[in-house]
């Protein structure tokens, strides 16, 4: 069942805020992983690049201890542990300053020798312009250069076409690696092959079939440690513009004509051109309030006011929208999106509505039954069909809804039922050469040129975030946001 592993490519990677969190939690043990798992050349080299001066042994102490904290249940192996660490080595370097460049020249191999040479911006927005010129003038690219760019990717249109402009002026498109970690997800890749692989979804993948779509990102934790950004950022941007797009635009392509990096980007990009723009009765933003700590005996926590330390905050840490997309395919069904900060559960979830059967058979006490599609992204990724069939004995034609479940953990066995984090896979992705599932530069900006006069209208409104209770599923607003259509959201479950 499990896919073979085919090693890649023998490549140098530099990790700029190589001492991170984002390192620490999740690129480093992404290559671990992948080290372990045999898809690593084993000549690969790894340099974190950071302003700290530290050597390169105090480094390897610090990516040992990480990858004993993050690597999971399974533990770290000792063996595999030395022979990773003897493939990773530390440069002191200011990606604003003139300062390391020269010592990361001289780690890097020669292009004749490895040509495969990535560079991972995981580090703040603002370094992301400095780094590009740097390495341009310090003449550490080449033609196989590739270079990793984090989130956020600008914080409006214009942000994002300077931006786009900078990273231009020194790759081609081709080079560059925008990363949105939900794409590499497991079972958002399966959605492309649920789509395009069977006969089954795609004739009825239409608003003649489909009632409407929901797409809920929802997560337990709170803004703690990230107060600035978040601040200055809000859902609809930190969550909004790229995760739940890029999962509407999975959701409603048409199918690419192949599953290759332009075809499939290009297919998205004309769904977020389709989107209209959102009418402001159509969204709901809210703000969590505090937890006391007796409440069901879960923690307590402060309001998100007290944790910015801004008692007048108009930054929204949960957004529900009705958005329309506008083609053939999918005018007059909507698609309502949330995502939200300190809800009942950590789930991300796509909801297709089917319509009702255009007639039924079995009379009105039957009920109403509607099949639904429930993609899980997470936790359990998996999907289910439900289905509708006659409740089993005696007693007439009573009919009940029951899931076909297909969790990937009971269906792909012991190996199956872990799968890769989207880091690994994007990270191969990135040493394969492989940008299908990454961002274009004109895909960022057509979701900007999509959110910027949302969040505009709030702005020139005065708009507050409408308070919502910790542990809850969002402000009451959101549930008449559906209920004005005849419709509810599905629960939010973990
Ligand atoms: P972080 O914990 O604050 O780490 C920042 C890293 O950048 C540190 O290694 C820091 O080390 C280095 N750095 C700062 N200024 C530098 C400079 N002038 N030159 C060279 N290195 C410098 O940030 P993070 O959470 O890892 O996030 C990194 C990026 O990933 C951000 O763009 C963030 O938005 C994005 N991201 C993070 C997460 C996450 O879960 N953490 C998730 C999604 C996206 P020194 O101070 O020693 O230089």
Redesign the pocket.
């Known amino acids: 069942m499990v896919s073979r592993i085919i090693p890649v490519a023998p490549f140098d990677l530099v990790i700029?805020?190589?001492?991170?969190?984002?390192?620490?939690?999740?690129i480093l043990p992404a290559l671990f992983r992948r080290h372990c798992a045999g898809q690593l050349p084993g000549s690969e080299w790894i340099i974190g690049?950071?302003?700290?001066g530290l050597s390169c042994a105090d480094y390897r102490n610090i990516v040992a201890t990480a990858l004993r904290e993050h690597c999971g249940p399974r533990g770290v192996d000792d063996a595999e542990l030395t022979s990773f660490l003897s493939r990773v080595s530390y440069v002191a370097?200011?990606?604003?300053?003139t300062q390391g460049w020269e010592e990361l020249a001289a780690q890097l191999r020669p292009s004749a020798e490895v040509p495969v040479r990535l560079f991972y911006?995981?580090?703040?927005?603002a370094?992301f312009a400095p780094l590009a010129e740097r390495l341009h003038s310090h003449g550490l690219t080449n033609g196989d250069t590739r270079i990793v760019v984090?989130?956020?990717f600008g914080r409006d249109l214009q942000t994002a076409k300077a931006l786009n402009r900078t990273l231009a002026s020194h790759f081609d498109e081709g080079q560059i690696y925008r990363i949105d970690?939900y794409l590499g997800k497991e079972t958002v890749q399966n959605l492309m092959a649920v789509r395009f692989g069977n006969m089954l979804f795609e004739p009825l993948w239409n608003s003649q079939y489909v009632d409407h779509i929901q797409i809920t990102v929802a997560e337990t934790v709170g803004i703690e440690g990230r107060e600035d950004?978040y601040e200055r950022s809000g859902a609809m941007r930190d969550m909004m513009q790229n995760h739940l797009m890029q999962l509407l635009c999975l959701i409603a392509m048409e199918p690419p004509a192949k599953f290759d990096p332009d075809a499939v980007r290009d297919e998205k990009l004309k769904v977020i051109r389709a989107l209209d723009p959102v009418e402001p009765h159509h969204i709901v933003r809210g703000q969590y309030q505090a937890r006391q700590a007796a409440e069901g005996g879960a923690q307590a926590h402060p309001s998100y006011r007290d944790t910015v330390g801004n008692p007048r905050s108009r930054t929204e840490s949960y957004v529900a929208l009705k958005a329309h997309i506008s083609n053939w395919r999918w005018a007059g069904t909507p698609f309502y999106l949330r995502t939200g900060k300190r809800l009942v559960a950590r789930s991300s979830v796509i909801n297709v509505m089917f319509k009702d059967a255009p007639h039924s058979i079995f009379g009105a006490e039957a009920g109403r039954h509607a099949n639904h599609l429930k993609i899980r992204l997470q936790p359990n990724e998996g999907i289910t069909l439900s289905v509708t069939i006659k409740e089993p004995g005696q007693g007439g034609m009573r009919l009940i809804d029951v899931p076909l479940d297909m969790s990937f953990a009971e269906a792909l066995g012991e190996e199956g039922g872990t799968p890769p984090d989207a880091y690994e896979r994007l990270i191969m992705d990135v040493v394969r050469g492989d940008q299908t599932l990454f961002m274009r530069g004109d895909e960022v900006e057509a979701a900007w040129a999509w959110t910027d006069p949302i969040i505009a209208g709030w702005e020139a409104r005065g708009d507050v975030p409408k308070p919502y209770d910790s542990g809850s599923t969002g402000p009451g607003d959101a549930d008449l946001l559906m209920r004005r259509d005849g419709r509810e959201w599905r629960g939010i479950n973990p």
């Open positions: 700029f805020g190589g001492t991170g969190d984002l390192a620490q939690r999740k690049a950071a302003r700290a370097l200011d990606g604003m300053g911006f995981s580090v703040g927005p370094l984090e989130k956020p970690h950004y």
